[in-house]
């Protein structure tokens, strides 16, 4: 469209909530429209078919992965030519709100999905929920949901202890059981760090035919942030949309893992702790031949002298 450029380009950081809906709202313009579904909800829609990327995000979280607050389907709609349609909250809500079923009902009623080839969902942690929650909207879309929670219904989760402010809201009623609102869905992706107990026990919720769970160990709670730094999240998307995603190709973008310091960082400080020190000079080694640094340094000299004191084997020494 040919407002695009301008919106893509624009800046929405430094905002407060209300501010950055407005914004919003200024910059699709005519390629789109915004409304406000109460006083925490927003959808945001901009039009460039034919694949449809439904995306359900806080805007903390928007401020926290993009350097620019754009939501982050934003620069899928850009880089692939593709419409979008982001739900955003003030503040993590898990998007239970009858303005919110609504919305969705309307979108229903008017065929709005039947207008795209293709239609994929996604959300992390409260946004995770709701896009394999909504999804049911959209019969045969592709679901990608990071860390999502199964529901908060004290009655089937009451171990998870995490949330307990949301105790009293319905998770029971309308788009309520996320795990059985995936039935129409044509795959769904649960990606999840089984370290993570918690997130564990909700991906185990979600057994289904035709979803597949996926284990991407030593991201941990900011799995989205590691996601979007090494490019997974964009190819993961990408691979959705076109039907082609699968355990063996998620595998094989897991790769990128290996090139990213953040998770290096937290797999040595895994081996340290259960003090597996051959491995931690092996790590901190293969590290130090891409990219020197002094945490990886000092592990590695550390690993050395450990294994000299207690006499164990040890790989060859690269580095002093």
Known sequence: MQDSPKLFDASLSGLDWSEWVDRLDSLIGDAGYVERLGAAHTAAFYEDKPVL?????????????????????????????????????????????????????????????????????????????????????????????????ATLDPRVAEWDD???????????????YAPDMLDAAARAFILY????????????LFTRDNVTKFRMRHFGPRMEQGLWRTNMLQRILAQASAGKLTRLSLARLFRARRDDVPYLKQVLA???????????????????????????????????????EQGLKMPEREFD
Request: hydrophobic share 45%; aromatic share 14%.
């Open 53 to 149: 990327l439904v995306t359900f995000e806080s805007f903390q979280q928007v401020n926290q992965l993009s350097g620019n607050g754009q939501p982050v389907g934003w620069s899928m709609a850009k880089a692939l030519g593709w419409s979008h349609l982001a739900l955003v909250s003030d503040g993590d809500t898990w998007f239970r709100d009858p303005r919110v079923y609504g919305f969705f009902d309307r979108l229903i009623d008017d065929g709005f999905f039947e207008d795209f080839d293709q239609v994929v969902f996604y959300g992390a942690g409260a946004g995770g929920y709701a896009a394999a929650a909504f999804s049911v909207a959209a019969p045969a879309a592709q679901v990608v949901a990071v860390r999502p929670q």
């Open 162 to 176: 995490r949330f307990l402010h949301m105790r009293r809201t319905a998770f029971d009623d309308r788009y309520g």
């Open 193 to 204: 760090d089984p370290e993570v107990e918690l997130d564990a026990m909700h991906a185990a």
């Open 270 to 308: 895994r081996l340290e702790r259960d003090e597996r020190t051959y491995f931690v000079a092996l790590l901190a080694q293969y590290v130090m031949r891409q990219r020197p640094g002094p945490r990886f340094r000092r592990a590695m000299r550390a690993a050395f002298e450990a294994g000299a």
